[in-house]
């Protein structure tokens, strides 16, 4: 069977990134229903060539499969980065892809490059492509308005800077959904519940070489067992408890409306966090009793601003 191609890093599969698989299915439809296969690197070939260098990702290599998929790859292929797969001069590296997978088309953002250094561009695929007969387009990248006034075109670096900065509904709208950390969750202090607030921990493990959001206190949504009917809206924090002089980054979060008479349930369940409003810095109390109306206030807080992304939503 022939295919259309897609390759990059992908990370987060962000608005434009979905906008080239879009285009490569619409392009797949049009050449005897091809299928979509979308390329991605695992690490990011940064981490080859230069160890230490590379930036946190936005999300883990099984969200990433998933969500191209979801945006329309009939296939992911993930490739390893290895110095032999990136030493390939760019007119081989394209060579290769058309031998094994009869690819008839190459769909990519207009500033891709590949092969060896970079040497590839898109001029160049257009060129082959015109030689060999097969279809290259272009996308150019999709700008998006941010809460600050300003505009910029939507990149995994421009989301990683403002989920790094606490600007998690700039984020979203870069994304198309909220910015999520997944894992499981594991038993934390439980000071929460000892003051009526109990939260749910996120596994540390969850977010190893991905990046969480600024310090602070966020609202949210929190998914359980991966099943849209156990979504609740909630309070989330991020960061060390100032108040308790614990200084371990803890992600944790009350779920509004969730009742259950033993919270220790919970433990072990798969969970998303969603994080789609900021409400406030983190900062320590002076004593339980202010923390705990704070809480309350957060909690308030959280679910007017639920209430208003979900009529946003519709």
Not at 32 to 44: K, Y
Not at 142 to 164: F, H, Q
Request: aromatic share 6%.
């Amino acid at each position: 069977m022939c295919s259309v191609i897609t390759i990059g890093n992908f990370d987060g599969v962000h608005r434009g990134h979905q906008a080239i698989l879009s285009a490569a299915r619409g392009l797949a439809e049009s050449a005897d229903s091809a299928r979509v296969i979308a390329m991605t690197f695992d690490p990011m070939p940064i981490a080859v060539l230069r160890p230490g260098a590379g930036p946190p990702h936005l999300a883990s290599i099984d969200q990433r499969i998933a969500w191209l998929k979801s945006a329309g790859a009939d296939e992911v292929i993930v490739i390893k980065p290895t110095r032999e797969v990136l030493s390939q001069e760019a007119p081989r590296f394209i060579a290769s892809l058309i031998e094994q997978h009869h690819a008839v088309g190459f769909v990519e953002g207009a500033d891709f490059r590949f092969g060896n250094k970079r040497g590839g561009d898109m001029t160049l695929l257009a060129e082959m492509g015109k030689e060999q007969g097969f279809i290259v387009r272009a996308l150019p990248r999709i700008e998006v308005p941010l809460s600050d006034t300003t505009t910029a075109p939507i990149s995994s670096s421009l989301v990683r800077w403002l989920v790094g900065r606490g600007r998690v509904e700039d984020a979203e709208a870069c994304l198309g959904r909220p910015y999520e950390l997944s894992g499981e969750i594991v038993k934390g202090q439980q000071r929460g519940r000892t003051i009526g607030v109990p939260t749910a921990n996120l596994d540390p493990q969850a977010w190893r070489g991905i990046i969480a959001p600024m310090d602070g206190v966020y609202a949210g949504r929190v998914t359980l067992n991966d099943d849209p009917a156990e979504t609740y809206p909630a309070a989330i924090s991020v960061g060390a408890k100032p108040t308790f002089k614990h200084d371990e980054l803890t992600i944790e979060a009350h779920l509004i409306g969730y009742r259950a008479d033993n919270h220790d349930v919970l433990y072990g369940r798969p969970v998303r966090f969603g994080f789609a409003r900021w409400v406030r810095d983190q900062y320590p109390f002076p004593g339980v009793e202010a923390l705990t109306e704070q809480l309350r206030r957060d909690i308030d807080a959280a679910r007017a601003l639920m209430a208003e992304h979900a009529d946003a939503c519709d």
